[in-house]
């Protein structure tokens, strides 16, 4: 019975704390880019459901950009089709191009949909094509290569995202965008975060990976930062301290503040109600990026 209640007590202490946060960033705009072993395996997948449904429930404005890059492959696999990379980036000729918006708007979007649904969470999904969110033109890669339909994005239309929010609703944008002659591209996920985060004025855009957030050592997990500012960030790449597959992460987390995002976090979705954690803590569990010191 002691046992008992000093876990209930437990709980009210964790709610407690978590009041100035809850009362910081009410009806503030969240963007989670959702992405790694978070939305493969579904005992983790169910969690972060949980966490973008609490973030609506206590007054938040939730928006979900996802990824799906090992979905892609897969299906293409399935249907014989082989994937080319150059430099990690994934050639896209048109046919790639319909089979990613397939397997992004149309299986995984729509599910992510309906995970929020049936916790109570009135979810719409839609492509960066829907109310041509996304304006795209053709992306080229770091030596010029051409690497078929992949976009980079031009600019953003929120109207859309805001009607959405303004009624209620949670966006769950798949990163497919469109130029102005109405051909399809396929979108970074974290670019595409990254700008609808900077066109919405978001308080905050979480970055779920499998990563424990940004590392000084990427084989000592330890090495975590807590909190970088834009400043640090830059001279840690300069120095080599950032160094590899870091680099694109922390520039897409430098993009959004550049775009008017608050703050960036990075996070390490493999850990339980790992959002939650990171926004109404006093320690949080992953990277925090801004501009400044917070």
């Given at each position: 019975m002691i046992h008992d209640m000093h876990n209930e007590i437990l709980k009210a202490e964790v709610l407690v704390e978590a009041i100035p946060f809850i009362r910081k960033f009410?009806?503030?705009?969240?963007?989670v880019k959702y992405g790694?072993?978070?939305m493969v395996d579904d005992a983790l997948c169910s969690l972060v459901i949980q966490d973008i449904a609490m973030l609506k429930y206590i007054g938040l404005k939730p928006?979900?950009?996802?990824g799906g890059g090992n979905e892609i492959t897969a299906m293409l696999e399935r249907l014989g089709k082989k994937t080319e990379f150059l430099d990690g980036l994934r050639v896209t000729d048109k046919e790639t191009a319909k089979i990613a918006e397939m397997v992004l708007s149309g299986s995984i979007g729509k599910n992510l949909v309906e995970s929020l649904q049936s916790v109570g969470i009135p979810s719409v999904g839609i492509s960066g094509k829907d109310g041509r969110t996304l304006l795209c033109s053709k992306k080229t890669d770091a030596k010029g290569r051409d690497l078929g339909y992949v976009g980079k994005i031009d600019s953003v239309d929120s109207t859309l995202l805001t009607t959405?929010?303004?009624?209620g609703f949670v966006p769950v944008l798949s990163p497919v965008g469109v130029d102005s002659l109405s051909q399809t591209y396929n979108v970074n996920a974290d670019y595409a975060a990254s700008a609808v985060a900077g066109a919405l004025g978001a308080q905050k855009l979480i970055f779920l990976t499998d990563v424990e957030g940004i590392l000084k050592d990427k084989n000592d997990p330890s090495s975590i930062f807590s909190s970088l500012t834009e400043g640090q960030a830059l001279s840690y790449i300069e120095d080599g301290t950032i160094a590899g597959g870091m680099i694109p992460k922390v520039?897409?987390?430098?993009?959004?503040?550049?775009k008017g995002v608050k703050s960036v976090h990075v996070l390490d979705g493999r850990?339980?109600?790992a959002i939650l954690l990171?926004?109404?803590?006093?320690?949080g569990i992953g990277t925090m990026v801004t501009k400044e010191e917070a």
């Open positions: 009410a009806s503030s705009v969240v963007v790694g072993s978070a928006v979900v950009v996802h959405l929010i303004d009624n520039q897409c987390c430098l993009d959004a503040l550049q850990v339980p109600h990171e926004i109404f803590t006093t320690k």
